[in-house]
């Protein structure tokens, strides 16, 4: 089983939309957790840091759910530059930061 | 300029070929990363740096080497290429006095080094 799991998409939605992911971790030890965007072809880019009571900035909201190890992303009122791939990173004690596969969304004018 | 620079951008090269991928930073950071990327499985880690004297293996460090030859400097060596290690190749730094709670930090990557080993 992967660390960290996504569903790798791709999400195809319409200008306006809410579109939220998913990502689940393996290790109950995990302690932080963060999206992380990455355009094509470009590199990764911290979106945000994700706090267990759940935050927001703008559209975007980041939950997470220990009791399941899961962390979700919501953007509401999708904009064509949202199109990207969205990465779930844990960090897990001592080491270095550990990335999903990424999931890729594609917002249609 | 960018505050994280990868060289060179893209290298193709063949089989059995000694490769370095170079990284330098002017943002003061004192750790340093090395990920290698292929479709469908993310961004993996090969070497990381927490100063100039600790160097740490990642998840996939067989086939690679490191160098942190000054703390803005962490390079990657493939010292026989083989072809799947054709991937995007990022670096990218983190300052620990930043990563409070989170021990590693944010990351800022580097623009990536596209590699082909025919």
């Known amino acids: 089983r992967k660390e960290v799991e996504q569903d790798p998409g791709p999400f195809n939605v319409p200008e306006g939309a809410t579109v939220a992911f998913n990502c689940t971790y393996s290790?109950?030890?995990?302690?932080?957790f963060f999206w992380y965007r990455q355009d094509c072809r470009k590199e990764p880019k911290l979106l945000m840091s994700?706090?267990?009571s759940g935050n927001e900035d703008g559209r975007f909201t980041a939950q997470l759910n220990r009791a399941s190890q899961y962390i979700s992303l919501l953007i509401r009122d999708s904009k064509l530059s949202d199109s990207a791939t969205y990465l779930c990173?844990?960090?897990?004690?001592?080491?270095?930061?550990?990335f999903g596969s990424g999931t890729r969304l594609q917002v249609q004018p | 300029d960018a505050d994280v620079t990868q060289t060179p951008r893209n290298r193709i090269t063949k089989t059995g070929k000694r490769i370095m991928l170079e990284c330098s930073q002017t943002?003061?950071?004192?750790?340093m990363y090395w990920y290698r990327q292929d479709p469908g499985l993310g961004l993996r880690l090969i070497y990381y740096?927490?100063?100039?004297?600790?160097?740490n293996k990642g998840e996939i460090s067989d086939g690679y080497s490191v160098s942190r030859q000054a703390q803005a400097k962490f390079s990657l060596s493939l010292e026989s290429a083989i072809p799947n290690q054709t991937a995007l190749y990022f670096c990218?730094?983190?300052?620990?006095?930043?990563?409070?709670?989170?021990?590693?930090?944010?990351?800022?990557f580097g623009e990536g080094s596209r590699l082909t080993v025919l």
């Open positions: 990218a730094t983190s300052d620990s006095r930043l990563a409070g709670t989170n021990w590693a930090g944010e990351l800022f």
């Open positions: 290790n109950s030890a995990s302690q932080s």
């Open positions: 994700v706090y267990s």
């Open positions: 990173v844990v960090g897990t004690g001592r080491r270095a930061l550990t």
């Open positions: 943002k003061g950071h004192d750790r």
């Open positions: 740096s927490f100063d100039v004297k600790d160097i």
